[in-house]
T-cell receptor, first 115, second 114 residues
Framework: DGGITQSPKYLFRKEGQNVTLSCEQN?????MYWYRQDPGQGLRLIYY???????QKGDIAEGYSVSREKKESFPLTVTSAQKNPTAFYLC??????????????FGPGTRLTVL | AQSVTQLDSQVPVFEEAPVELRCNYS??????LFWYVQYPNQGLQLLLK??????LVESINGFEAEFNKSQTSFHLRKPSVHISDTAEYFC????????????FGTGTRLLVSP
């Protein structure tokens, strides 16, 4: 079955440590996204990538970094510079066809707790 | 800039009662409109979408939403809810131009009780 996997589902880290969240898709999608979800704030875009080896900052990129070395993978690193990293992180992907609309598919999410 | 407003953070309702979750948007250009559902500790699933055509769109599980351009609204309704509809619902928009960035509302938690 095609889909998006995120691992692990729950992640605990000590304050000051960098941590990398995994996102893998086998949908052959070109574009991938990272969102952060906090209670009462909806989803906010952290980074996105429309093609391999290219990515752009979203609305809240400070304290985060990404790479896109493979089409299938878009890992997110939460660095020690992120002031409030505890949140639920969602990865998404979509085709980038000539169609005016391409549906975004979401992974199951990773809940990061920084102690 | 576009934004999405979901005024109700939480909507409690009894099983088999009707429900409406409100969504208003602001945008200077035409938009695509979406409702997503999120069950506890899971990702988002697309519930329904409005791209063009008929202003009333329906999902397979009985939800419907109506695009009202004059009121810039896209409210979600269901005539009779089930316990299993308990979840968080997000309204979202995409500008009909350029990079397709989803802008989400803050979400509405629907709590269905027996």
């Amino acid at each position: 079955d095609g889909g998006i996997t995120q691992s692990p589902k729950y992640l605990f880290r000590k304050e000051g440590q960098n941590v990398t969240l995994s996102c893998e898709q086998n949908l052959n999608h070109d574009a991938m996204y990272w969102y952060r979800q906090d209670p009462g704030q909806g989803l906010r875009l952290i980074y996105y990538s429309q093609i391999v080896n290219d990515f752009q900052k979203g609305d809240i990129a400070e304290g985060y970094s990404v790479s896109r070395e493979k089409k299938e993978s878009f890992p997110l690193t939460v660095t020690s510079a992120q002031k409030n990293p505890t949140a639920f992180y969602l990865c998404a992907s979509t085709r980038t066809s000539a169609s005016s609309y391409n549906e975004q598919f979401f992974g199951p999410g990773t809940r990061l707790t920084v102690l | 800039a576009q934004s999405v407003t979901q005024l109700d953070s939480q909507v409690p309702v009894f099983e088999e009662a009707p429900v409406e979750l409100r969504c208003n948007y602001s945008s200077s250009v035409s938009v695509y409109l979406f409702w997503y559902v999120q069950y506890p500790n899971q990702g988002l699933q697309l519930l329904l979408k409005y791209l063009s055509g008929s202003t009333l769109v329906e999902s397979i599980n009985g939800f419907e939403a109506e695009f009202n351009k004059s009121q810039t609204s896209f409210h979600l309704r269901k005539p009779s809810v089930h316990i299993s509809d308990t979840a968080e619902y997000f309204c979202a928009v995409i500008m009909n131009t350029g990079f397709q960035k989803l802008v989400f509302g803050t979400g509405t938690r629907l709590l269905v009780s027996p």
